[in-house]
Structures are given as structure tokens and as C-alpha cells.
């Protein structure tokens, strides 16, 4: 049974800093792909960064380039998603999420293209909440 749970949210100031940490069970990441979302209040669901180590290939949404970093620790089965300078618009609930078992070669070429396409991610995290006051 395929699990992610997510931690690391909280409230800070424009500018501060936090680190997510997503712990994975049932599933390998290192020869998965995973990937970050966000849902902020009012707005639709997004892909904000995503990880696909075997392929060398990394993904940014335009809004966080620069300043979040994902990162994954093959031993610990986790991965983890560094946020600096925050924003008030970062302000969401992040959400981590992974394909089915040995799909990621085929979302491959939208992950480079357009980055995380929800519907090719089966497996989802319960969230954490992240909150910038400016």
C-alpha cells in the first residue's frame, strides 16, 4: 500500500523560510517520479515543482523558480521541498503526490514540457498548510 504524508507546514512572514518533507511508503523513489502541488485558497489545484531523478530531470513552476528547491533522500524515502523568501502567495495547501508504480516514463515528456499534470498522479498525500503574512 502506496503512502505519502506530508509535513513541515506552518505560518511565517514574507521572506521566511520553510521545508517540507514528503515520507514515502510502499513505493521506491529512487527510480519514481513525485511531484509538489498547491491549492490555494479560491484557485485551482497547481504543479509547483516535481523530481524524476533516473531521467536527471527537475521541474519549477515559474512562481517559485529561484526559490524553492526539491530534493529527494533515496535512504530515507522521502522528499523534500525548500522554500525560500516566501511569499503571501504562496500561501496554500501543498500537497505531494506520485504516479502509479513504473508510470512515470510515460509522464515523462509533459513533466519537461508543461510540468505535473494532475491526472497522472494517482497517489496523493493528506497536504500540509503553509501560511506567509506579509
Known amino acids: 500500500q502506496v503512502q505519502l504524508v506530508e509535513s513541515g507546514g506552518g505560518s511565517v512572514q514574507a521572506g521566511g523560510s520553510l521545508r517540507l518533507s514528503c515520507a514515502v511508503s510502499g513505493l521506491s523513489i529512487a527510480s519514481a517520479c513525485v511531484a509538489w502541488f498547491r491549492h490555494p485558497p479560491g484557485k485551482e489545484r497547481e504543479g509547483v515543482a516535481a523530481i524524476y531523478v533516473l531521467e536527471s530531470v527537475t521541474y519549477y513552476h515559474d512562481s517559485v523558480k529561484g526559490r524553492f528547491t526539491i530534493s529527494q533522500d533515496n535512504a530515507r524515502n522521502t522528499v523534500d521541498l525548500q522554500m525560500n523568501n516566501l511569499k503571501p502567495e504562496d500561501s496554500a495547501m501543498y500537497y505531494c503526490?506520485?504516479?502509479?508504480?513504473?508510470?512515470?516514463?510515460?509522464?515523462?515528456?509533459?513533466?519537461?514540457?508543461?510540468?505535473?499534470?494532475?491526472?497522472?498522479?494517482?497517489?496523493w498525500g493528506q497536504g500540509t498548510q503553509v501560511t506567509v503574512s506579509s
Open positions: 503526490a506520485a504516479p502509479l508504480s513504473g508510470f512515470c516514463p510515460a509522464v515523462l515528456a509533459t513533466l519537461r514540457s508543461v510540468g505535473p499534470r494532475q491526472s497522472d498522479f494517482y497517489f
